[in-house]
């Protein structure tokens, strides 16, 4: 029986109800965040907790018990008998139910809370010698720092790319190239890794931060900055990352291979560093 987290309570997943004014429903007026567990320990907790909490901040939601999210989290591995597993906890606050109309309700209503861990196989697994993604002009709203559960544009356009064989799609805005539907974009340019710089054109991803940091760490230089569209060209290698995915290769955008058409090398030294922390952590 799964279990999962609603309101305060743990209860089987299947008694979970929410009320059909709620305004996550009605408004897409909800935020959600996703942690990743690595068989005995959560990666970088920490980070996804801040995130969240900006999260619910820019969007006005009040979740008093916020702190609470990696007890939850833990609790939800431990009733769910995950813990030799690989899995995922997803958790969404939204502003709650009330009357339906624009204004916020006065008094504020409680926010809704759910949780729930599941198992899962990696995303990356078998893509080792890298995947194919697709561009297209990004047609979301312009506040994508924040993870919103407003996700429409992200998975129509998700649906197109596999539908066209292709594993992600990447978003053009004004030119530049900036995230894909649910993964941050890396490009190396002559030895120099590049991604989009934090802004409210792409959400700032955990695995994102922590391999700036990993590759800076393995004397790889980065950039912060934008790269354009037209300028694929001069690009040798690309990767993408996300918390269930951790680094995957690209080597195709539509119909241009990249580079050899193979993972080139910078890539996979942050593949073997990434894997390494992670083999540390385990065995910490």
């Not at 299947?14 to 959600?32: H, M, N, Q, T």
Request: glycine share 8%; aromatic share 10%.
């Amino acid at each position: 029986m799964e279990i999962a987290y609603f309101n305060g309570k743990y209860i089987p997943k299947d008694e979970v109800k929410i009320s059909p004014d709620d305004r996550g429903f009605l408004f897409a007026e909800g935020i959600y965040e996703v942690v990743r567990w690595y068989e005995g320990f959560f990666y970088d907790m920490n980070g996804h907790l801040a995130r969240m909490k900006r999260s619910l901040k820019e969007t006005l939601i009040a979740w008093p018990e916020e702190d609470s999210f990696p007890v939850i989290a833990r609790e939800l591995i431990r009733v769910n008998h995950l813990e030799s597993s690989q899995a995922l906890i997803y958790l969404e606050v939204t502003r709650g139910a009330a009357k339906r109309t624009h204004a916020f309700p006065s008094p504020p209503a409680s926010p809704t809370v759910y949780a729930y861990a599941r198992d899962f196989i990696p995303e990356n697994e078998g893509k080792e010698s890298g995947i194919g993604i697709m561009l297209k002009d990004d047609i979301r709203w312009g506040r994508c720092d924040i993870k919103s559960v407003a996700l429409l544009p992200n998975t129509l356009c998700f649906q197109e790319a596999t539908g066209k064989g292709f594993f992600e799609c990447a978003f053009v805005k004004n030119g530049i190239i900036t995230e894909c539907t649910h993964s941050n974009i890396f490009f190396v340019i002559r030895g120099v890794l590049f991604t989009h710089p934090e802004s409210s054109d792409i959400l700032s991803g955990i695995t994102r931060k922590n391999i700036i940091r990993v590759a800076r760490k393995a004397g790889i230089p980065v950039k912060e900055e934008a790269v354009a569209a037209k300028k694929l060209g001069r690009v040798q290698e690309i990767f993408i990352t996300n918390t269930s995915g951790e680094v995957t290769p690209v080597i195709k955008i539509d119909s241009q291979i990249i580079g050899e058409g193979i993972p080139g090398p910078v890539t996979r030294i942050i593949r073997e560093r990434f894997n390494d922390e992670i083999c540390s952590l385990k065995h910490s």
